[in-house]
């Protein structure tokens, strides 16, 4: 499994998924220029939720298919961490050089101080996930994956019990779409596609919930902007005046929920005038808002994962969640609610991540706490040994992690050794001892799931990787073998693995995908909108949710949040703004990047232009700042340099950071997520970067 891939001639009429963090995961074609180079990449027009259309920067693929600055040989560092001073050499010298470090400190310290750790940069299930077998096979650390969908994840599970919801493509037939917590304008524009669909065909009222005027909030025909961190106080203002209007459908709460009465009665004392101030809006346009939802019983609820990063972002989520199922939204087509459908895929891993090799005593460490777990926290290593090698596929966590500081503390430890299987030479590829190229997604194959909607997707290789690019895949049979790791998913095609994961988990063979492009595994509307009950084994929607959970409370903070059977409330667990903090930051993402994806792309960077931070004329004028200016921003955390922006679309003392940008675009080449806090969220961990108390002031 060392070698090359097999060629393969380039293909004219090539299809694809796009394989980046976007719940999308969109349906694509592939055009060819005569030479065979890919041109430019078009939604499939007959994926019936990509509807040909896909976002700007994955169009102009070819810009980081064939960027100059693309590795495409491994290195190895010549010079003091985070230089970038390397020297190439062979795929052999490079994997052996590592097998034997990981060997030396299994040897030395016990196999937990390896840590393989990896996130989304690729969406495949055989690239992302691969390195999960090498993991279990050699009973390295585990990873807790809280960098992302945790908190929204646990939110909605409590209320539904499953992972699921209303097809997304329903959102056509909707009388009122409700964008909550997302920005799908910037990070996922088949949803505005479709929501933009009922309101051309049926007249439809799109609604936009979000914490700044974004560009959906501006396409929306009411556009609420809340205070950072107040969206479970909206939902319960919301509640009150369905209960007091007689616009909650009790037929249906009775029927489908654990305490209809109860929730009536705990709902009493949160009016909008309660709410109003709590949130920023005003009495009026909750009322306004509530009664929308309240008397057009075909809302579709479309929840984000913005409003979830937050400390009290699962908490946000579930009582989110419950309004649906006061109105009874669910009982319609085009109403209900919509987050993630990965429970309907039903995947066997065990091949994929080797999960018969899992070993449940291995110390697990939390993904977002990279940088106290590099620094030694003993509340994350517990008694086990410190880490002292990394590896590191698809995540750039010296840009993305929060804490950035002990982040980079971390990895400039002398004894620490790092491999970094990277696309680019990013942050954390020039802090890495050893870095390997990697393939892109058109250069591999591999097995997507949509988790914005309900296809199973196969993404074949349709050209030669560049130089000497390899795959995840690769990389991980590779030191597999070096480091005497056994499972049969070593020996195996790319192929071989698809094929028997789907076979294994229900679904028709790798034959079949290839030759339908994708499979749709809609389930049918009664199961997809619970007419057949919860996914809760007493079949109810649950108001009063079960918050412990003896495998991952562990990860939360020891906050009193692992209550059973307790109705939704307002938690007051966010980053407050004090006197010697005054703003809330959110940072949130940006339309021509992608996390820390396409910030190498020339036309990602000439539309972003720079990092900047949004701010209120009247904060600005407050803090003697004036637009264009140059200012410091910091916290207990760090601090860093930004340019600033007048933006009156935003609560007072809130203030917008978009994009990640790479550290090195800030003056003083420190980035964003010094500012973001690693400490985990409620009740099963999970990263709050959009919860962040912050000082202004004039740059020195």
Known sequence: MDGPAPKAEPRQDAYSACPHDCPSTCAVDVEFAEDGRITRLRGAKDNSYTDGVICAKVARYSERLYHPDRLTFPLKRTGPKGSKDFTRISWDEALNIVADRFLADERKHGAESVWPYYFAGTMGLVMRDGIHRLRHAKRYSGEHDTICTTLAWTGWNAGTGKLAGADPREMADADVVVIWGTNPVNTQVNV????????????AKIVAVDVYENATVKQADLGLVL????????????????????????????????????????????????????????????????HLVGRNKRTFFRLGYGFTRHRNGAEAMHTVLCVPAVTGAW??????????????FKWNRTLINGLDCLDPSVRVLDQSRIGPVLTGDKRDLGDGPPVTSLLIQNTNPMLVAPDLGLVAQGFARDDLFACVHEQFMTETARMADIVLPATMFLEHDDLYQGGGHQHILLGPKVVEPAGECRSNHEVICGLAKRVGAEHEGFDMSVREIIDWTLKNSG????????????????????????????????????????????????????????????FPTFFETREKATVEMPFRLVTAPARNFLNSSFTETPTSLKQERRPTLLMRSDDLERTGIADGDLVLMGNDRGQVSIHVKTFEGLTPGTVVSESIWPNEAFVGGKGINHLTGADPAGPVGGAAFHDNAVWIRPSE
């Open 507 to 566: 679904w028709r063979g790798l034959a079949d995908l290839e030759a339908e492009k994708w499979f749709d595994v809609q389930p049918p509307f009664e199961d997809a909108h619970y007419i057949n009950g919860f996914g809760h084994a007493d079949g109810k929607f649950h108001l009063k949710p079960d918050w412990t959970n003896t495998r991952l409370n562990k990860f939360g903070p020891d906050d009193g949040r692992t209550m059973k059977g307790a």
């Open 227 to 290: 205070k950072p961190g107040s969206d479970a106080a909206l939902a319960l203002a919301v509640m009150h005046v369905l209960f007091r209007d007689s616009l909650a459908d009790r037929d249906y709460m009775n029927r489908y929920t654990d305490d209809a009465a109860g929730f009536e009665q705990h709902l009493r004392d949160y009016s909008p005038q309660w709410a109003a101030p709590v949130t920023g809006l005003s009495v009026e346009a909750i009322e306004e808002f509530a």
């Open 331 to 344: 009982a319609h087509r085009g109403g209900g609610a919509f987050h993630s459908n990965g429970a309907i």
């Open 192 to 203: 505005m596609t479709h929501a933009v669909k009922a309101r051309k065909n049926r007249g």
